[in-house]
């Protein structure tokens, strides 16, 4: 039997990887979220995991929990933790507020047991507020993962004890960039303004062939949701990728997907994450203009580099060759598996 985790998480495609991962290195692994049952997620933005065992234990409590109105992530059972047993690790993502009412029980639930490892994963969406609650639980046992340096500048900052980062698979297939248009992927780019930087996307695309990808984007000409097979497409067929971050993450999984398709990708760049998130420069966080190979923060000069990208085509392939290399640095599965099998044990 391997070590058993049970996730508490609130990101339905990092919540596939960390099952999908987790559950290659050996680790037997539950969710309270979308992949309670691995073979039939209740999301479909990812796919199924079959290979992956459902535990009925978890299952059934997550159900008989929220058949009492009960959020199960903040009302673990006793017989969640008698299946996680006294080895067993549990992984939160940013809410932490679901820890308040149980941390007792969460660190030690029967009297005698050793207190269990509890960690926190950090995915970009934590400001000093998140700081601030973190800090009773931080001085208290509760350990962090960050997926970012740039988690480091957050005023409050409790501090961390590894940095993983996202990961993503390396794409077999050749880009091919046939496309020659511009996209995005996000979730409602132009709705979520200024979080999601629509008027840098808009003003560096304007003139330029482009299409958004994801939930929302109809009401731009989007695409809207699509499935994951159609987003490797259009990754592997258009001719670039601009990324304009979504506030307050330094990166996004979306840039990480794009890269590893060796989309030449374009990222804004950081003085246009300046929103104030309580009293903090959110241009401290973002860090996708370090892993991207282009940037700028000048959406004029956004636009000549996408111009550039769709009418020649060896400045094209030189770029994606370069972006799937970057891709390999930084967000290589084998790496993070390797980061995430020496920190649980």
């Given at each position: ?54 535990y009925d234990v978890i299952h059934d ?153 994801g939930p929302g984007s109809e009401v ?106 970057l891709a390999r640095m930084y967000f ?14």
């Amino acid at each position: 039997m391997g070590k058993r985790v049970l996730l508490c998480l609130s990101h339905a495609i990092e919540e596939y990887q960390q099952v999908d991962l987790l559950s290659s290195l050996g680790y037997e692994v539950a969710s309270l979220g979308a992949y309670i049952d691995p073979a039939n997620p209740h999301v479909d933005i990812r796919p199924p995991l079959p290979d992956v065992p459902k535990y009925d234990v978890i299952h059934d409590e997550s159900e008989r929990l929220k058949a009492e109105g009960l959020e199960p992530q903040e009302h673990i059972s006793d017989k969640m933790f008698e299946w996680l047993g006294d080895d067993g690790i549990l992984i939160f993502h940013h809410l932490l507020g679901r820890l308040y009412s149980q941390w007792d029980r969460v660190r030690d639930w029967r009297a005698g047991n050793p207190e269990r490892r509890v960690i926190w994963r950090s995915v970009g969406q934590s400001v000093a507020n998140n700081e601030r609650e973190a800090s009773p639980f931080r001085m208290t046992g509760l350990e962090r993962v960050i997926y970012s340096p740039k988690e480091r500048n957050i005023p409050d900052y409790t501090g961390d004890d590894a940095l993983i980062r996202f990961w993503g698979d390396e794409v077999d297939e050749a880009w091919t960039g046939a496309r020659t248009k511009v996209i995005t992927v996000a979730q409602n780019l132009r709705q979520r303004e200024p979080f999601t930087n629509w008027s840098f996307w808009d003003s560096a695309t304007r003139d330029l062939p482009r299409t958004v990808i994801g939930p929302g984007s109809e009401v731009i000409g989007g695409t809207g949701m699509v499935t994951p097979a159609e987003l490797r497409a259009h990754l592997l067929q258009s001719r670039a990728f601009l990324f304009t971050g979504t506030q307050p993450a330094s990166y996004t999984l979306g840039l990480v997907e794009a890269m590893h398709a060796g989309i030449p990708t374009v990222s804004i760049g950081p003085v246009w994450m300046a929103i104030d998130f309580g009293g903090h420069d959110g241009t401290k966080l973002f860090e996708a203009h370090d892993l991207a190979p282009l940037w700028s923060n000048d959406p004029n000069a956004v636009r000549h580099i996408l111009r550039e990208l769709l009418h020649d085509w060896d400045y094209a392939a030189e770029i994606s060759a370069v972006t799937r290399r970057l891709a390999r640095m930084y967000f290589d599965r084998e790496t993070v598996g390797r980061q995430w099998a020496e920190f649980l044990g």
